[in-house]
């Protein structure tokens, strides 16, 4: 019964994301209370920290995922190919429905700093993600940094 109302509801949501330039102006609707740079610049930089936070906070509170870096082994010979398979996210496990949840509350928390910074400079969002989609094609895989 709970699984077949938690399937009705998600019907019933709307299936698509809203643009870009509709969430560029719903945020300047509803920056009243950090309408200054500064105020703006400063919550940006504590939003990412809450964002390191919650992936922290899914391996050393929940335990869903676990960590376990090391160096990377980068060699001459590596291609497409064999990059996937070499290079490590040093992640192992699956994130939980729980930790998924708060991962993207802070992240929709950032993009909306992120784009209140963009709305008091006078940038487009879909822009700068355009320019970076461009920037990507043009470097290609091995841009790492
Ligand atoms: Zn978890």
Redesign the pocket.
């Known amino acids: 019964m709970r699984l077949f109302h938690k399937r009705l509801v998600k019907e019933v949501e709307p299936m698509s994301a809203p643009t870009l330039n509709q969430f560029q102006q719903q945020v300047s609707e509803l920056l009243l209370r950090h309408r200054s740079l500064l105020d703006v610049m400063s919550k940006f930089g504590q939003s990412g920290a809450s964002v390191n936070r919650a992936v922290t906070k899914?391996v050393t509170d929940?335990?869903?995922?676990e960590l376990n870096a090391r160096k990377q082994q980068y060699s001459d010979e590596l291609n497409l190919e064999n990059a996937k398979e070499t290079l490590q996210s040093h992640i192992t496990g699956d994130?939980?429905e729980?930790?998924l949840e708060a991962l993207k509350s802070e992240l929709g928390r950032n993009l909306f700093y992120m784009t209140a910074l963009c709305n008091l400079l006078n940038i487009q969002l879909d822009e700068v993600i355009a320019d970076e989609y461009d920037k990507c094609s043009t470097l290609g895989l091995f841009n790492l940094t």
């Not at 929940?62 to 995922?65: K, L, N, S, T, V």
């Open positions: 899914a929940c335990g869903c995922i994130v939980c729980h930790c």
